[in-house]
């Protein structure tokens, strides 16, 4: 089941802060999100399995809601070099030996002007 | 770091022939891939699993006569796509994940993409 990302686009001056939301109608096992520029192939940014989990690096961070029904992306102060597609992925049930794929979420488009 | 790798890196064919599409864990062993597809401005579509010496499993929709895959290493997937027609000219992902344990966070890692255009 695709879960829905918000908002569809988002544009930003350089500095600015940013939230992007993932839900799902039912608890998930894990999110993971992805930052993709035009052309090229998603970059990882981060995995969050545990309900309440927040976790960050640099100025992005992410949080997954108790109920493990929501993930929020977190930009702060964001550079130009953030632009892009950003993306949710997400587990269902618990990967049995790796082989349970991401459903992504349509994508978040960011874009930041100078 | 985990790197996967795709080959080649864009593809351009005429109508009717099939393409190969290459995909590699370079560093580590991956008992299953995972091949996407994403159209222009959309998400990645997941067309199938990949596993290591069975048989893929297809999406809904997606014809596993007329998109072949193989596994048939630790390391190695194939994507041929058979009888190529304009409208599977798309933009094709492979990603794979490590051996149950072998990553701390059990991520997927995506190879660079392979961009298909069928004439």
């Known amino acids: 089941q695709q879960p829905v990302q918000s908002p569809q686009a988002v544009i930003l001056r350089e500095g600015e802060d940013a939230v992007i939301n993932c839900s799902s109608s039912k608890a998930l096992y894990s999110v993971h999100w992805y930052r993709q520029k035009h052309g090229e192939a998603p970059v990882f940014l981060m995995i969050?399995?545990?309900?309440?989990e927040q976790k960050g690096h640099e100025k992005i961070s992410a949080s997954f809601n108790e109920k493990k029904q929501q993930s929020s992306l977190y930009l702060t102060a964001s550079q130009l070099s953030y632009s892009g597609t950003y993306f949710c992925g997400t587990e269902s049930w618990a990967p049995n030996s790796g082989n349970t794929p991401l459903v992504f979420g349509k994508g978040t488009r960011l874009s930041v002007i100078a | 770091g985990a790197v996967v790798s795709q080959h080649p890196s864009w593809v351009i064919c005429k109508s009717g022939t099939s393409v190969k599409i290459e995909c590699r864990s370079l560093?580590?062993?991956?008992?299953?891939m995972f091949w996407y597809r994403q159209f222009p401005k959309q998400s990645l579509m997941l067309m199938a699993t990949s596993n290591e010496g069975s048989k893929a499993t297809y999406e809904q929709g997606v014809e596993k006569d007329k998109f072949l895959i193989n596994h048939a290493s630790l390391t190695l997937s194939t994507l041929t796509v058979t009888s190529a027609h304009p409208e599977d000219s798309s933009f094709y992902i492979c990603s794979a994940r490590g051996l149950a344990g072998a990553f701390l966070d059990n991520e997927q890692f995506f190879g660079p993409g392979t961009r298909l255009t069928v004439l």
């Open positions: 969050l399995l545990k309900g309440g």
């Open positions: 560093d580590f062993q991956a008992t299953t």
